[in-house]
């Protein structure tokens, strides 16, 4: 399920996650025993993640690995990556590192399901000004209530491993069994986004789809005869870019768009910081994506769908 705002915009996967759970001040089962991974958001620094492990390491807090929030909670494809790393390496907590006002830690206990987290599971939150005492608070009341049993931790934080969501062909532009066969399109689980999803669809995208459960594996898609779903991503613009094997080394502080006013092709520049949708057809046997002949992400699901239906209307001939 999808969570929407006022605007019928989703929450993006690390806030779903930590609204699903519930807060408790208990130190979580055996967290000094199993094995967890830090899914950090971008503001911390290397030196604070740097800190952050070292201090882990004297507490028995086996944290494997470091993963940047806006790079594997991105949306369906990088979500499931990330579960099947999380599934194949036996992990038993996310440990999700937060920073605003203040530092904040989070353990959540990782359900073994692209869900991450049950519904109204306990959860442990520690937050304060400084990240030192922070870390101190938690190795105290961890060591105060567990025996440390993982030994073999690594002194510094592992970041650099690389989940890859695709590993079939990308192609930057749009195919043609989007006209010859019935397109997936997941529904959002609103039923006012849902509503003006299929509007969209109705008045943008003038061939055989269907309206499908956002939580239905794609293997069952394909035994009920589909060939493509409509997939996004959902994060910072270079980020996004990244995810989708554009080339990084063209990326300025800006990314021009492809957008569509009144029917007409225009452009909008948009910072590559700012939070952007970015769509894609994936063929659901052969995992191949299709990204369109240019860039069309937008601020809104809306604004970058309607965009890259239009493109593909245009260069498909619809």
């Known amino acids: 399920m999808i969570a929407f705002a006022a605007a019928a915009q989703p929450a993006n996967e690390k806030e779903l996650i930590l609204k699903r759970v519930t807060i408790t001040d208990a130190v979580p089962d055996k967290l000094l025993s199993t094995r967890s991974i830090v899914l950090y958001d971008d503001s911390y620094t290397e030196a604070e993640l740097i800190e952050a492990q070292k201090m882990f390491q004297q507490t028995g807090i086996d944290a494997v690995a470091y993963f940047s929030t806006n790079h594997v909670l991105a949306g ?42 049950s519904e109204g599971a306990s959860a442990w939150k520690e937050s304060h000004a400084s990240l030192t005492e922070l870390l101190r608070n938690v190795y105290r009341a961890t060591l105060n209530t567990q025996k440390k049993q993982n030994l073999l931790i690594n002194e510094y934080p592992e970041t650099d491993v690389e989940l890859v969501a695709f590993k079939s062909r990308r192609f930057e532009s749009f195919s043609n069994d989007a006209k010859s066969f019935k397109v997936a399109v997941p529904r959002w689980g609103n039923e006012k986004a849902d509503a003006e999803l299929e509007q969209i669809l109705k008045e943008y995208f003038p061939v055989k789809y269907e309206l499908v459960d956002p939580n239905l594996e794609e293997r069952e898609l394909s035994n009920r005869g589909f060939i493509t779903i409509l997939r996004y991503v959902h994060t910072d613009g270079k980020e996004a870019k990244n995810i989708l094997g554009y080339d990084l080394t063209q990326i300025t502080k800006s990314l021009t768009s492809i957008v569509y006013v009144n029917g007409e ?18 063929h659901i046997e052969y995992g191949n994506i299709f990204l369109g002949k240019g860039w069309d992400a937008d601020l809104t699901w809306q604004d970058a769908l309607r965009n890259h239906l239009q493109a593909m209307r245009e260069v498909l001939k619809f």
């Open 76 to 117: 369906p494809d990088p979500n499931k990556a990330l579960t099947t790393y999380l599934i194949n390496r036996a992990i038993t907590y996310l440990i999700f590192f937060e920073k605003s006002k203040n530092f904040a830690f989070t353990f959540v206990p990782f359900n073994n399901t692209s869900g991450f987290a």
């Open 265 to 282: 092709a225009d452009l909008k520049t948009i910072p590559a910081s700012q939070t952007v949708f970015k769509y894609y057809l994936k």
